[in-house]
């Protein structure tokens, strides 16, 4: 992430460095990102030399995605730019270009998904594939990130993470299964989203 931002995550307050915290030891507390101003719903507070901001606030203007889990008590960020899980803990041997296609072939399928192109999604599944959009039944893909691969016997499978948004956000896990060429089949996983951050200025929330 090209953005910086003086501070570390603490729970669920953030604290700036110290150096930066003496900046601010002879006017208002500023908060800066990428060199422009942010304003917070909260103003910042100097709790033992150290500046405390909300990290809602902070992610966000990082383009992060912030969640809640309200059983758990938890906050958790995701960022493009975080090292992802290994999944699966397999190495993959592929060429540049066998990737390539694999990449290409879920871009594909995102773009047949999205326009409801029922030739396109046949031209790249496996005859019977029954996730074929039709009409307006299907939500809109506001994201997505591809999280790690495994190769099987006769396949490749692919995690996709996949953010959608109908009447509400919803966030699914797509295994999608690669053969010859063409997706052969595809497994979902649902999971819980209220607020999604393509990039800073676009976020997307439940309502």
């Known amino acids: 992430m090209s953005k910086k931002l003086s501070i570390s995550l603490f729970a669920l307050l953030i604290a700036l460095t110290a150096a930066v915290g003496m900046a601010f030891a002879k006017g208002t507390i500023k908060i800066v990102v990428n060199g422009e101003e942010m304003k917070t719903d909260v103003a ?8 405390l901001v909300p990290i809602s606030f902070v992610s966000k203007a990082l383009g992060a995605d912030v969640r809640w889990d309200q059983k758990n008590q938890t906050v958790s960020i995701h960022t493009k730019s ?11 041997n592929l060429r540049g270009n066998s990737w390539a296609d694999i990449k290409n072939l879920i871009a594909l399928y995102m773009v047949g998904f999205d326009t409801r192109d029922d030739a396109l999604i046949r031209s790249i599944t496996v005859e019977g594939f029954d996730m074929i959009p039709i009409g307006g039944m299907y939500p809109s893909i506001i994201d997505y990130d ?14 996709v993470r996949v953010v959608e948004q109908e009447e509400q956000l919803s966030g699914q896990y797509w295994d999608i299964e690669i053969a010859q060429g063409k997706i052969k089949s595809m497994k979902l996983q649902h999971f819980d989203i209220n607020e999604y951050t393509v990039f800073p200025g676009l976020t997307y929330k439940n309502q």
């Open 44 to 51: 910042p507070q100097m709790n033992n030399n150290r500046v």
């Open 82 to 92: 975080d090292v992802q899980e290994d999944v699966w803990n397999q190495n993959l």
């Open 146 to 159: 591809i999280m790690d691969a495994r190769i099987t016997k006769d396949s490749v499978i692919v995690q």
